[in-house]
Nanobody
Framework: QVQLVESGGGLVQAGGSLRLSCAASGRAFSTYTMGWFRQAPGKEREFVAA????????RYADSVKGRFTISRDNAENTVYLRMNSLKPEDTATYYC?????????????????WGQGTQVTVSS
C-alpha cells in the first residue's frame, strides 16, 4: 500500500504559477507510476499528467501541454506538478494518484491509490 498527501495548492492570478507536491509513504515509491488528476465543481475527475516509475516517460492532457510539467524524486518519495501560465479554467481540486501499471493511465479507474486533494483557484 501507499499513502499520498498533496500540498502546494492555493489562490493565484491568471498567468501565475504554482507547484504542487505529493508525498508518498508506504511501499517503495519507485515501483509506482504516479499521476495527477483534477476535479472542478460539478464536473468529472479528469486526467492531467502521469509519469513512469523511473521518470523517463510522461504524458499530459492536451489542455495542459506546454504549461504543466510533472516530475518525480524517487529519493524523496515525492511527485511534483509545476503549473505555469495558469488560467481560470484550471481551477479545481487536484489529486495525486498511484498505481503499479502504466497502461490505462488516463482513466480514473486505473489508479489504485489517491490522495485527499489540494485546491487550486485561479482568479481572472
Amino acid at each position: 500500500q501507499v499513502q499520498l498527501v498533496e500540498s502546494g495548492g492555493g489562490l493565484v492570478q491568471a498567468g501565475g504559477s504554482l507547484r504542487l507536491s505529493c508525498a508518498a509513504s508506504g511501499r517503495a515509491f519507485s515501483t509506482y507510476t504516479m499521476g495527477w488528476f483534477r476535479q472542478a465543481p460539478g464536473k468529472e475527475r479528469e486526467f492531467v499528467a502521469a509519469i513512469s516509475r523511473s521518470g523517463d516517460s510522461t504524458r499530459y492532457a492536451d489542455s495542459v501541454k506546454g504549461r504543466f510539467t510533472i516530475s518525480r524524486d524517487n529519493a524523496e518519495n515525492t511527485v511534483y506538478l509545476r503549473m505555469n501560465s495558469l488560467k481560470p479554467e484550471d481551477t479545481a481540486t487536484y489529486y495525486c494518484a498511484a498505481d503499479t501499471r502504466w497502461s490505462g493511465i488516463a482513466t480514473t479507474k486505473h489508479w489504485g491509490y489517491w490522495g485527499q486533494g489540494t485546491q487550486v483557484t485561479v482568479s481572472s
